[in-house]
């Protein structure tokens, strides 16, 4: 399930996010990924503003996520937990500078709990999922994979990485605009399209 919900939230609202976020922001750094501005790369915790949100998935009951901002593209992802069960997420795009960044959500599904592909990286560590060697292609147990090279409709965002980095995956590129909710089965592969500029967002999971 992936789906874009326009124009949800109105500028009074978004406002009231980034302000939480402004607040409650720590840390930055995840020290080699920082770069000029010391919080570049900044996390928060969502506090009472994310009511908002809650409110608009009446029926789910929230189950993690984050506020984030950051000034490069994050490495291809999922988020799932074995121990929530099925959650969504729901990305929530706040502000970016860059008019044309994009979440590219791949059609590609990771089962079991959330990993962090590092591709070109080695391996890195990340508090909240396992970072491991390589690309999806590398993996059989990723569902869905092709056996061809990405199209380079795709490929257009995804030009941070050499093209043989997402190979066999396929997928959607969901624009960041804010106030839009932009929703997926957090099983599946997601990662930053290219990035001129920062973007500020949250990230949450949901469970029906
Ligand atoms: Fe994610």
Redesign the pocket.
């Known amino acids: 399930m992936k789906k874009v919900l326009k124009n949800v939230l109105d500028s009074e609202q978004i406002e009231t996010l980034l302000n939480e976020f402004e607040l409650n922001k720590f840390s930055a750094t995840k020290d080699d990924r920082v770069t000029e501005e010391v919080d570049t790369w900044a996390k928060a915790l969502p506090g009472p503003a994310i009511q908002i949100i809650n409110d608009f998935m009446y029926g789910y009951k929230k189950v993690g996520g984050n506020y984030y901002r950051h000034d490069s593209p994050y490495l291809p992802?999922t988020?799932h937990k074995h121990k929530w069960g099925n959650t969504i997420?729901v990305v929530v795009p706040l502000h970016s500078t860059d008019p044309n960044a994009k979440l590219i959500v791949f059609d590609q599904k990771w089962h079991k709990d959330s990993v962090t592909w590092c591709l070109h990286n080695g391996v890195w560590f990340f508090e909240y999922n396992t970072g491991v060697k390589g690309r999806p292609y590398d993996y059989k147990e990723v569902e869905g994979l092709t056996d061809e090279p990405i199209s380079d409709e795709l490929y257009q965002y995804l030009d941070w990485a050499d093209k043989k980095q997402w190979f066999g995956l396929t997928g959607d590129a969901m624009s960041f605009n804010p106030g839009d909710l932009l929703i997926f089965d957090?099983k599946y592969i997601?990662a930053t399209g290219k990035l001129d500029g920062i973007k500020i967002g949250l990230?949450l999971r949901y469970k029906s």
Do not use: G, T
Request: glycine share 0%.
């Open positions: 992802h988020d997420n957090n997601h990230s």
